[in-house]
């Protein structure tokens, strides 16, 4: 397995916007997972490698948006809007398989490569 890296985290005032980058690796789906303090592992986003179908908890519907630079290799999870509530270590993660509904991709289980995690704070 590919280890991968996020990048872009950061501290932000409440409405900023900060973009979590993380390597791309061919035909890989990818979630974005959070995390913080006292809770348990959040899903964020995810985008299919086959469809390109991309999936969003309601919490940052409308506010995260997940692109990606083909030239570099890269993924990008574009955060918009920020909220205190927001504040978490993220974590970027891949799966070789497509799935076909956010059931899937909510379980980190259905990923078998992770990232560090990068810590994303937000101030009020």
């Known amino acids: 397995q590919v280890q991968l890296e996020e990048s872009g985290g950061g501290l932000v005032q409440a409405g900023g916007s900060l973009r979590l980058t993380c390597a791309a690796s061919?035909?890989?789906?990818m979630g974005w997972f959070r995390q913080a303090p006292g809770k348990g592992r959040e899903f964020v986003a995810a985008?299919?490698?086959?469809?390109?179908?991309?999936y969003y908890a309601d919490s940052v519907k409308g506010r995260f948006t997940i692109s990606r630079d083909n030239t570099e290799n890269t993924r990008y999870l574009e955060m918009n809007s920020l909220k205190p509530e927001d504040t978490a270590v993220y974590y970027c993660a891949t799966s070789p398989r497509a799935y076909y509904s956010i059931d899937y991709y909510k379980r980190p289980l259905s990923y078998d490569t992770w990232g560090q995690g990068t810590q994303v704070t937000v101030s009020s």
């Open positions: 061919g035909r890989t789906s």
């Open positions: 985008v299919s490698w086959s469809t390109g179908s991309e």
